[in-house]
């Protein structure tokens, strides 16, 4: 028996869509077909048509459902993996981290993932001792690998710059002693991108990810400060000096 690969089925605007992960292919369906999507191939045909007919009518289901599998058959849907299945030669190797060093941020943007950077729990900062555990994660699990890679995250990580400092120095020290270098980024609103602390990320060789969200009204409509204030006048000044530096 063929082995299927995965369709992922979604709603976007009312519109129904069936991406075949494999092939990469956007289909636009309608709700009947969407609905056997969910279902397929895991139920038989006849439990997906017993499950539908009552919203649908059996004909329409079994029409549908029809469709789906000469969609499978030509190869347009749940299309084959060209692996059929693979392991890893040798351990997981680690070569990078994104460390979340802040689980709070300063701004509130109406689309984040992390729901305003508490990522649905308390807003807190994470400990030295935690972050440092995270290096040594790293330097043991990056094999042979000369360099190693870390980007602070949150929530907003300039939150935490102490931390910031202090796991840089202890990466770089404990780096060394096992002939291992570090490339570190920064992902940050530049809120509190002052002069100063410019100067300090400069000095310590961090690259910096900084966020805008174009003209004035739609930055200070989407990434507003806790109080609701817009920051595009706080920020833009950050951004275009660490930019020409």
Request: hydrophobic share 45%; proline share 6%.
């Amino acid at each position: 028996m063929a082995v299927l690969g995965q369709v992922h089925a979604f709603s976007c605007f009312g519109t129904h869509l069936a991406l075949d992960v494999e092939s990469g292919s956007l289909h636009q369906v309608d709700e009947p077909t969407y609905e056997i999507l969910r279902l397929y191939p895991e139920k038989p045909p006849r439990a997906i048509v017993t499950a539908l007919a009552p919203r649908f009518g059996a004909a329409a289901v079994r029409e549908a459902l029809a469709e789906v599998e000469a969609a499978v058959a030509a190869g347009t849907l749940f299309s084959p993996p060209a692996v059929a299945a693979w392991e890893p030669a040798g351990a997981p190797l680690v070569k990078a981290l994104c460390l979340h060093v802040a689980h709070d941020c300063n701004l509130r943007c109406r689309y984040c993932f992390g729901d305003t950077g508490g990522f649905g729990g308390g807003r807190e900062l994470m400990p030295e001792e935690v972050a440092r555990q995270a290096i040594d994660f790293l330097l043991a699990g990056s094999g042979d690998r000369s360099l190693c890679e870390v980007d602070f995250f949150g929530g907003e990580p300039l939150l935490n710059l102490p931390v910031v400092r202090g796991t840089i120095a202890y990466a770089r020290r404990e780096g060394a002693r096992r002939g291992k270098s570090f490339k570190f980024t920064l992902t940050t609103n530049a809120v509190l991108l002052t002069e100063a602390v410019r100067a300090e990320l400069r000095d310590l060789g961090v690259s910096l990810v900084l966020s805008l969200d174009g003209r004035p009204a739609v930055h200070d409509t989407m990434r507003p400060d806790a109080a609701g204030r817009g920051s595009y006048r706080r920020v833009l000044p950050h951004i275009l000096a660490a930019a020409a530096a």
